[in-house]
């Protein structure tokens, strides 16, 4: 049985902007739509790329993200309760990596899930969930 995956900002912005990790987000995006296994992102990390793009291309585009690209993926929106907050402050506090991807790691770790990432922050903590590579 395929596992499920967890898309981090880094992976996302990489698929937007046909960067580097492109062509293996789309293919698991694609898997994913046939599959019925949909990819998991953590709020926190949708929200990390509509700022980031934001920053970069402007609120129509940051807008365009969420209310048109994002709302045609196989992605689903993971919802963070007090105790995945507080999940992922204890490997913030334990771990050099942004807060942002601490969500990444604490969704990925409760869904048994695969962070797909380039972020090279992740092999911190590579130990503790599984990553495939971008």
């Known amino acids: ?6 898309l981090d900002s880094y992976a996302m912005l990489a698929y937007l902007n046909k960067e580097k990790g ?7 995006l694609s898997d994913a739509q046939s599959s019925g296994i949909n990819i ?3 709020q ?5 790329t509509f700022y ?3 920053r ?8 365009y993200f969420l209310e048109t ?11 963070n309760t007090f105790d995945l907050v507080i ?11 942004s807060f942002a991807d601490c969500f990444s790691v604490c969704t990925a770790a409760r869904e048994n899930a695969v962070i797909m990432t380039g972020d090279p922050e992740f092999r911190r903590v590579e130990h503790l969930v599984d990553i495939e590579w971008i």
């Open 87 to 97: 999940e992922a402050a204890l490997i913030k506090a334990g771990y050099p990596i």
């Open 56 to 63: 970069k291309r402007g609120k129509d585009k940051a807008n």
């Open 52 to 54: 980031i793009l934001y």
């Open 22 to 28: 492109f062509d293996s987000v789309r293919q698991a």
């Open 1 to 6: 049985m395929k596992r499920k995956r967890v």
């Open 44 to 48: 926190i990390n949708v929200g990390e």
């Open 40 to 42: 998991l992102m953590n």
């Open 69 to 79: 690209i994002l709302a045609g993926l196989p992605i689903v929106h993971v919802a």
